[in-house]
C-alpha cells in the first residue's frame, strides 16, 4: 500500500493545501479527485504565497506529477489561466500535469445557470462560488447535457451536441431570468475547442495512468478539496457541495481505498463555514471577530468572509467517521493563543435531548446547542515552535482533547502558514 490521503473534516479550508505541499515531497503523485475551481488552496513556500484552485498542489513541487482526476469539474479557461500564472513565476507546466479525459467540462450556461439559481432562491440561497460546479455535476448525472473533456477532441459531435445543448439552455435560463444573454452555440463551440488544443497534452486517461504507475511501486497522495461536512451525500444537505469531499476518492478518481495506507482528516483548531447552512458553534461576537480577523478568514475564492466559531467535535467525529481517517492534523493553532478560555463543543442538545450524533436533517441541526468543555487558553506566542514537547501544557491538553473526543491521534500540528511551521508528532 503506497498511497496517502488528505481530507478536510469540517467545511472546507482547513489548510490541506499546506498539508498536502509538505506531504508531496514523499510522493511521487498528486491526485485532485472532486470539485472544481470552487476549492482554494494557499501555500506559503520560501516566503511565496501561491494561490491554487484546479491544479494540484503538486504543481508546486519539482519532480511530483499532478493529476486532475475524472471525478472533477473543469473550467477550461480558467484551468489554463491557473497554468500560465504558474509558468509565468517559472513553474514548469508540462508532463507533471496529466487531466482525465473523462472530467466533466464547465460551459459558460453553467455558470450562468449557477448565478440565476442562486439568485432566485432569495434567503434559502446555498451561498455556491457561483463557478457552476453544481449545475455541471447536475448535467453529469443527468447525462443528456454533459460535456466530458474526451468530447472536446471528437470535433462534429461535440459541435453539434453543444449546438442542441445550447438551444435548450437559452430558452431554459431565458424563463427564468429574463436578463440572460443567450449564447450563441458557434462561438462557444469556438472558443472550447480552442482550450482543448491548448490542453490536449496533458488530456489521457488518468485512471489507466494511476494504476499503471501504483503497480511501479509510485506513491500517491490524494488531495481532497472543501470538506467531508460539504459532502453531497453526507454533508449538511443541501448547504453542501455537489460532489462527494468526504468519501470520493474511490469515484473520482478509478483508484480503490485499499491502496491507501494513512488517511489524514485536516482540522483546523476552530470551525469556519463559507456560505448558508447551519452552524451550531458559530460566534457572532467580538471572538469570532478576532478569530476572523487573526485567522485572515476570508474566502481565496470568493474572498467573502468566512463565518466562524468554536471547535466542534460532534460535526467534526461525523467527517472523520465518513472519511475513514487514521489520524488527524490540526492547523491554525496559533490562532487562538490569545484567548483567555477556549471552548470546544462536546454534545448537542435538540428539544431537550442531548446527543453525539450529527444529525441528517438541516432542520434538526438548527435547532441542536452546542454542549460546551472550557478548557484554559495558554496565551503566548506558538508560532515559532517546532516540537511537540515545547508547547505550552495549555495548547497540549487542547490538542488531546481534540484526539480524544475525535477518537483519532493527532499526527500534524500547524502553527503559521509557512512549510516550517508544521510539527510531525511522531518525529518531534
Ligand atoms: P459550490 O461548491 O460552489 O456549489 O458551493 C456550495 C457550498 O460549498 C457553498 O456553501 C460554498 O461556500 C461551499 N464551498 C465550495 N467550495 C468550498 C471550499 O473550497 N471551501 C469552503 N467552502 C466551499
Redesign the pocket.
Known amino acids: 500500500m503506497s498511497a496517502t490521503a488528505v481530507i478536510g473534516l469540517q467545511?472546507?479550508?482547513e489548510a490541506k493545501g499546506k498539508i498536502v505541499h509538505i506531504l508531496a515531497d514523499e510522493h511521487d503523485i498528486v491526485v485532485r479527485y472532486q470539485?472544481g475551481n470552487?476549492?482554494?488552496h494557499t501555500v506559503v513556500c520560501e516566503g511565496q504565497t501561491y494561490k491554487l484552485s484546479l491544479l494540484p498542489v503538486g504543481m508546486l513541487r519539482p519532480g511530483v506529477v499532478s493529476v486532475i482526476a475524472t471525478g472533477t469539474v473543469i473550467n477550461p479557461q480558467v484551468l489554463l489561466a491557473e497554468i500560465d500564472q504558474l509558468r509565468s513565476r517559472n513553474i514548469p507546466v508540462g508532463e507533471n500535469l496529466l487531466i482525465s479525459d473523462r472530467a466533466h467540462v464547465i460551459l459558460p450556461y453553467h455558470v450562468a445557470e449557477?448565478a440565476v439559481l442562486e439568485d432566485n432562491r432569495g434567503e434559502s440561497a446555498?451561498?455556491?462560488?457561483?463557478?457552476g460546479?453544481?449545475t455541471c455535476y447536475r448535467d453529469k448525472a443527468g447525462r443528456a447535457h454533459a460535456i466530458r473533456m474526451g468530447d472536446l477532441y471528437h470535433v462534429e459531435s461535440f459541435q453539434s451536441r453543444l449546438r442542441e445543448i445550447i438551444a435548450q439552455k437559452n430558452s431554459y435560463l431565458r424563463a427564468l431570468c429574463p436578463a440572460y444573454e443567450p449564447l450563441d452555440a458557434s462561438k462557444v463551440a469556438e472558443e472550447y475547442l480552442g482550450y482543448a488544443r491548448l490542453l490536449k497534452p496533458h488530456v489521457t486517461n488518468t485512471t489507466s495512468f494511476l494504476h499503471k504507475s501504483l503497480a511501479a511501486g509510485k506513491k500517491l497522495l490524494f488531495e481532497g478539496?472543501?470538506?467531508s461536512l460539504?459532502d453531497l451525500d453526507h454533508g449538511t444537505f443541501p448547504?453542501?457541495?455537489?460532489s462527494n469531499s468526504g468519501s470520493g476518492i474511490h469515484t473520482g478518481s478509478g483508484v480503490s481505498e485499499r491502496h491507501i495506507s494513512r488517511m489524514i482528516g485536516v482540522v483546523k483548531s476552530y470551525t469556519t463555514?463559507?456560505?448558508?447552512?447551519s452552524f451550531p458553534t458559530e460566534l457572532n461576537n467580538e471572538i469570532g471577530q478576532h478569530i476572523r480577523e487573526v485567522g485572515r478568514e476570508f474566502?481565496t475564492?470568493t474572498g467573502r468572509p468566512r463565518r466562524c466559531g468554536w471547535f466542534d467535535a460532534v460535526a467534526c467525529g461525523h467527517g472523520a467517521l465518513i472519511s475513514g481517517v487514521d489520524c488527524i492534523a490540526v492547523t491554525l493553532l496559533d490562532v487562538l493563543s490569545q484567548l483567555d478560555q477556549i471552548q470546544v463543543c462536546t454534545a448537542y442538545e435538540i428539544d431537550g435531548e442531548r446527543t453525539t450524533d450529527f444529525p441528517s436533517h438541516v432542520e434538526d441541526l438548527a435547532r441542536a446547542r452546542a454542549v460546551y468543555k472550557t478548557l484554559p487558553g495558554w496565551k503566548q506566542d506558538i508560532s515559532h515552535i517546532r516540537k511537540l514537547a515545547d508547547f505550552p501544557r495549555e495548547a497540549r491538553a487542547y490538542l488531546d482533547t481534540l484526539a480524544e473526543l475525535i477518537g483519532q491521534p493527532v499526527q500534524i500540528v500547524s502553527v503559521g502558514p509557512d512549510r516550517v511551521q508544521t510539527i510531525f508528532c511522531d518525529r518531534a
Do not use: E, F, K, P
Open positions: 467545511w472546507g479550508d470539485g470552487n476549492a482554494g449557477d446555498i451561498g455556491t462560488t457561483r463557478r460546479i453544481g478539496a472543501q470538506g460539504l448547504y453542501v457541495t455537489s463555514r463559507v456560505g448558508g447552512g474566502g475564492v
